[in-house]
């Protein structure tokens, strides 16, 4: 089935450093791919969604591509702010059933120091 | 800006408890959605539904169930509560890009 790997488990950084987290996925169809991030005491929340292959979504100042001939799938900032503190997921749309379920990665904790 | 709202924020229970949990979107679409997050931040979705029509992920035990008034609101029951049941459940509904999905602030449930 389909499927998405997030081998990051924590990510510690000052300020101003550059933030790249990648992931893989494994789909039959074609991906729509999204990046979630979630704050304390908070549910997810949209980051960016990339649909095309090698286009790039931009919001906040974070970057996301996705690249279908290695199935990876990265989002990256040049220069991070302890605010961005907070779990990423990297998720794949899925057809589920009729319903349209979204797969999460496990999760990558960045932690960023002033 | 909300447009998932979920009540109430933390719950706490006793095995063998019966629990239900609101959830409700201004979102104006007919799907919603319940994802389970547990303490290692793992998210997996339980179930999904629309058109008045649910969509239920195989490996939710039975003790769980969706019950909806109309489609604006998706409420979870939880029959007779076990202590894997600790978790946080989160609400979820598209907006007009039917691929994104919204999501509430959660339900913390915690099984004593």
């Known amino acids: ?13 000052s300020e101003d450093d550059f933030l790249f987290i990648n992931c893989t996925y494994s789909t039959t169809w074609y991906p729509t791919l999204f990046w979630y991030v979630q704050y304390p005491g908070e549910g997810p929340q949209l980051l960016l969604k990339v649909t095309t292959a090698n286009n790039k979504g931009i919001s906040r100042g974070f970057e996301a591509t996705y690249d279908k001939g290695t199935t990876s ?3 990256q900032k040049a220069s991070v702010q302890e605010s961005d ?3 990423y997921y990297c998720v794949l749309g899925d057809s ?4 349209r ?4 990665g496990t999760g990558t904790t960045v932690s960023v120091s002033p | 800006e909300t447009a998932v709202f979920q009540t109430p924020n933390y719950h706490v229970t006793q095995v063998g408890n019966e629990v239900s949990f609101n959830c409700k979107q201004t979102l104006g679409h007919d799907t919603m959605y ?8 793992l998210l997996k979705i339980m179930f999904s539904y629309n058109n008045k ?4 992920n195989e490996t939710v035990p039975r003790r769980f169930s969706p019950q909806s008034s109309d489609k604006a609101h998706l409420n979870l029951r939880i029959k007779s509560v076990e202590p894997e049941d600790s978790a946080v459940y989160l609400c979820a509904s598209p907006g007009t890009d039917q691929d994104t999905q919204y999501f509430g602030p ?3 449930l915690l099984v004593l």
């Open chain 1, 1 to 13: 089935g389909d499927s998405v790997t997030q081998m990051q488990g924590q990510v510690t950084l």
């Open chain 1, 73 to 75: 799938f990265h989002l």
């Open chain 1, 85 to 87: 503190s907070a779990v």
């Open chain 1, 96 to 99: 589920y059933q009729g319903g």
């Open chain 1, 101 to 104: 379920a979204l797969i999460f």
């Open chain 2, 34 to 41: 319940w994802y389970k997050q547990d303490s290692k931040k």
């Open chain 2, 53 to 56: 029509q649910l969509i239920v």
């Open chain 2, 106 to 108: 959660g339900t913390r």
